[in-house]
Structure formats: C-alpha cells, structure tokens
C-alpha cells in the first residue's frame, strides 16, 4: 500500500522509503519465524530451524538482533551503488512508458 505515495515524493526520497519498505519486510519476516515459526517471506527460512529453538529456550532477543544488524551490514554495498547511481536510475525509470510496463 505504500510504494504508490512514492510517486509524489522527490527520487531520492522515494528510494529511501522504498529501502525502508524492503528492510521492514526483511526484518518483519525473520520475527515472526523466530518466534512463531512461520516465515514471513522467503529470506526468513533459514531462521526456522535454529533460531526458533533458541526461542523457545528463552534466547530469542539475542538472535533477533543479530538478525536485524545482519541486514544492515548484508545490504550496506547496495545502499551505497543505489546512493551513488540515484539520479541515472530515476532518468532510466522515468522513460519506461505505459508499453513496456503493462507487458
């Protein structure tokens, strides 16, 4: 429901909250499958196995975040190229037209 409000926002605003959307759900998905144990999307089902376990030994606020810094680190080389690239990537964006989209 969000990614729609980024069209009136300027581009490299629009790329900050689209990255906040994606880390959100990263982060989002790995609670819910270390505590419930159900992932909450495709990334988080490696944390099904140890990490729930390690929650119902009590330990969870420990893995937890060690898996939200573990994001961080992990995309730190894209959050960089998306930086650096934003204005390029905005030009290249603005020329796909009705055509290419709705393919």
């Given at each position: 429901m969000l990614p729609p409000t980024t069209y009136a926002l300027?581009?490299?605003?629009?790329l900050i909250m689209l990255a906040g959307i994606y880390y959100g759900a990263q982060y989002g998905g790995s609670t819910t499958a270390i505590l419930?144990?159900?992932?909450?999307?495709?990334s988080s089902v490696a944390d099904l196995s140890r990490r729930y376990?390690?929650?119902r030994q009590g330990r969870a606020g420990r893995r937890s975040a060690r898996?939200?810094?573990?994001?961080?680190s992990r995309n730190l080389p894209q959050r960089f190229w998306i930086a650096a690239f934003r204005l390029p990537l905005t030009e290249l964006a603005f020329k796909f037209g009705?055509?290419?989209l709705f393919r």
């Open positions: 300027e581009p490299t605003s629009a419930v144990n159900l992932p909450g999307g495709s376990q390690l929650a898996r939200r810094s573990g994001i961080r009705p055509g290419i």
